[in-house]
């Protein structure tokens, strides 16, 4: 810019003897050093001022989020471990589970266990063996062997026909019930290796054999179990229907029979009394 | 050479303006050192770039990295304290052995235990232990052929008719709630089946809901249990008022043939 000045300058010197070309020189000199040096532009942005702007930014506005997302994250975490699934009760309560596994499982075992045998005699003794051992692989002896005890329905001939079909139905309930309740123990017997095997599953302490979140699977299938054993009882309890029915409906046929018989013998007296 | 100077300079004075012309020429076509605009604010712009990288490595990394840290320790927590994919496995595995628990069961249930011997109790029997209610409507028949049906008016009082009859309902209706009974059980018993392989395929946010299902098949055999047990106790209550209605009329019965006994003595 300064040799621009300095060449239009001796060019105005050169031409000092006209004022027009002076002018003239002037002006095409302000022309060339206003395109030499245009004014500078840097005073309508303040690079400091946007720098600091965005540091302020980082700082209290991202920086504060940041850590506000941190602080809720850190509470959900103490949420999870101090109050929702603390370790130390998880393994609590797996030692509690343990501990009511150990004081009583063998002993109520051992209770369940008991099974009394009480009668004496040969044929009494192979049926109450075989109505109380639990089994249902020998469910196909249970008739012979009640037979050999309660006797077999006497022979047609020697028995009134609806006798005979009233003993034979007592017997048939009878033994019906005595298979169900050999089927109802061997189930009871499973459910409570079910329960054993729940409740074994519950307290194991190895937290990759038992969690948190796979004890829903053990309540449900505990659930279900349940239903399974409600089950059962329904279908004792619809045995035990049949065999007091079987048992009233016998009272009642001799019920019938006794009525008969009675007006029978009351028409036979009034006609012994009328012939006297 | 002094007059050559003198040659050039009047040259010049005879054109020094078309000599402005060609310097404003050479003016604008003068590259612009544009850098000597910024040139002052390059050490600014260059520390406050530092100060933003470090800014945003401190501030927003620091804080980041802090989110990632209790992010991966809750993750960590989730997958090896409260859901751990091998105690979940084992769980499945659990319900699995039950179920082949639950198949013995049913086999048992499924053992024939038959035992009459005769025509009509056979009949009656393979009614009761049919354990299907389209057989509800054959236990009449077979029912009145064992144990035989209400006596004629002729051959029993009304008071006794009145009792048998209501004995023989009893007994029937008894006995074909037995079958309905044993078909509701084995309904609970397939259903329990199937819920019990949903929970062999349920995830543990699924698995609740499986349970709330299975809880309510609980409560709805917890009323079939009592269902039961309600005609079960019909039956018996029928049958304690078949004894004292038994005493009942054995009181005016021995009345009746005391009187008759009189009658006849006081003839002789």
């Given at each position: 810019m300064l040799a621009f000045t300095l060449l239009f300058a001796g060019l105005m010197l050169l031409s000092a003897h006209s004022r027009r070309r002076v002018v003239a020189i002037s002006l095409v000199g302000c022309l060339a050093v206003l395109v030499v040096a245009p004014p500078p532009a840097q005073?309508?942005?303040?690079?400091?001022?946007?720098?600091?702007?965005?540091l302020d930014t980082i700082n209290k506005v991202i920086g504060n989020w940041l850590n506000a997302v941190t602080g809720v994250l850190t509470n959900i975490r103490n949420f999870y471990q101090q109050v929702v699934w603390p370790i130390n009760l998880i393994n609590q309560a797996k030692a509690q589970i343990m501990a009511m596994i150990a004081q009583f499982r063998g002993l109520m075992q051992g209770i369940f266990s008991i099974n009394p045998h009480t009668a004496t005699l040969p044929n009494p003794v192979a049926l109450e063996n075989i109505i109380r051992n639990r089994q249902t692989g020998d469910l196909g002896s249970v008739g012979q062997i009640y037979l050999n005890t309660f006797?077999?329905?006497p022979q047609a001939g020697l028995m009134a026909?609806?006798?005979?079909?009233?003993?034979?139905m007592d017997d048939a309930m009878a033994q019906n019930n005595l298979k169900t309740l050999k089927m109802s123990d061997q189930a009871q017997d499973l459910m409570l290796q079910a329960a054993d095997q729940i409740e074994s599953l519950a307290g194991d302490p190895d937290i990759n054999h038992m969690a948190p979140g796979s004890a829903p699977f053990l309540t449900a299938s505990a659930v279900v179990?349940?239903?399974?054993?409600?089950?059962?009882?329904?279908?004792m309890l619809a045995a035990a229907l049949r065999q007091e029915a079987a048992r009233v409906a016998h009272d009642n046929a001799l019920r019938k029979r006794r009525s008969a018989l009675a007006v029978q013998l009351q028409n036979d007296m009034t006609n012994i009394l009328q012939r006297r | 050479m002094k007059h050559y100077h003198v040659k050039v300079f009047g040259w010049m004075r005879r054109h020094t303006l078309a000599l402005a012309f060609v310097l404003l020429l050479a003016a604008a076509m003068t590259p612009l050192r544009v850098q000597g605009q910024v040139s002052p604010c390059c050490a600014i712009l260059s520390a406050g770039l530092g100060t933003i990288n470090s800014t945003l490595g401190s501030v927003i990394g620091g804080g980041l990295s802090d989110i990632n840290s209790v992010l991966t320790t809750i993750q960590q927590f989730e997958q090896q304290v409260v859901w751990p994919v091998q105690?979940?496995?084992q769980a499945r595995g659990l319900v699995g052995a039950i179920q082949g628990i639950y198949t013995q069961i049913r086999n048992i249930f499924n053992t024939p235990?038959?035992?009459?011997?005769?025509?009509?109790?056979?009949?009656?029997?393979?009614?009761?232990?049919?354990?299907?209610?389209?057989?509800?409507?054959?236990?009449p028949g077979g029912y009145s052929a064992v144990y035989g049906v209400v006596p004629l008016p002729q051959n029993a009082s009304p008071e006794v008719r009145d009792l048998v009859d209501m004995t023989d309902a009893v007994a029937q209706d008894a006995m074909e709630?037995?079958?309905?009974i044993d078909a509701l059980a084995d309904k609970e018993l397939q259903a329990a089946d199937q819920i019990n392989s949903g929970i062999q395929s349920a995830a543990p946010g699924s698995a609740p809901i499986v349970e709330a299902q299975a809880d309510a098949w609980l409560v709805r055999a917890h009323a079939y249990t009592q269902s039961a047990l309600a005609d079960l106790m019909r039956v018996r209550a029928i049958d304690l008022a078949n004894s004292g209605a038994?005493?009942?009329?054995?009181?005016?019965?021995?009345?009746g043939t005391h009187q008759d006994v009189n009658t006849i003595l006081k003839r002789q």
């Open positions: 005073g309508q942005f303040c690079l400091p001022c946007v720098i600091q702007a965005v006797r077999p329905v026909p609806q006798d005979r079909d009233m003993t034979d179990a349940s239903v399974k054993s409600e089950a059962i009882m329904q279908k | 105690a979940i496995a235990i038959s035992s009459a011997t005769l025509a009509n109790p056979r009949q009656l029997e393979s009614i009761l232990l049919s354990r299907s209610p389209g057989q509800i409507g054959n236990t709630r037995a079958i309905a038994t005493m009942k009329f054995g009181s005016s019965g021995a009345v």
